[in-house]
Nanobody, 117 residues
Framework: QVQLQESGPGLVKPSQTLSLTCIVPGGSITTTYYWSWIRQLPGKGLEWIGYIAYSGDTAYNPSLNWRASISRHTSKNQFTLQLTSVTPEDTAVYYC??????????WGQGTPVSVSS
C-alpha cells in the first residue's frame, strides 16, 4: 500500500507563509489521479484545502480566502502547499492525500503545524 509522506516546519510565526511538501513514492503524479491537501483543526473535522490534478489544474476551498497555493515538482514526484498570511487559526494537522475533494484512498501520516509567535 502506497503511503504519502509530508514534510515541513512544525512551527510558523503569524503572518508568515507555511510551506509543506508531499512526496509520492512510485507512480507519477502527472499521469493520473488528483492530489490534495487536507487539514484537521483542533477539535474539529477534516477540511479540504485544495488539489492539484495530474494535468496540473488546481482547485481550492474558497473558505481559505485564496491564501492557499498548490504546485508540483514533477521530476521529484512531489507536490507542495503554500499557505500565506497564517494566523493561529491555521494551527492544525496537515495531510496530503490522493483524491479530489471528498474521497481519498491514500494518505500521508499527517504533520502537525503550530502557528505562534
Amino acid at each position: 500500500q502506497v503511503q504519502l509522506q509530508e514534510s515541513g516546519p512544525g512551527l510558523v510565526k503569524p503572518s508568515q507563509t507555511l510551506s509543506l511538501t508531499c512526496i509520492v513514492p512510485g507512480g507519477s503524479i502527472t499521469t493520473t489521479y488528483y492530489w490534495s491537501w487536507i487539514r484537521q483543526l483542533p477539535g474539529k473535522g477534516l477540511e479540504w484545502i485544495g488539489y492539484i490534478a495530474y494535468s496540473g489544474d488546481t482547485a481550492y476551498n474558497p473558505s481559505l480566502n485564496w491564501r492557499a497555493s498548490i504546485s508540483r515538482h514533477t521530476s521529484k514526484n512531489q507536490f507542495t502547499l503554500q499557505l500565506t498570511s497564517v494566523t493561529p487559526e491555521d494551527t492544525a494537522v496537515y495531510y496530503c492525500a490522493r483524491g479530489k475533494t471528498l474521497d481519498f484512498d491514500v494518505w500521508g501520516q499527517g504533520t502537525p503545524v503550530s502557528v505562534s509567535s
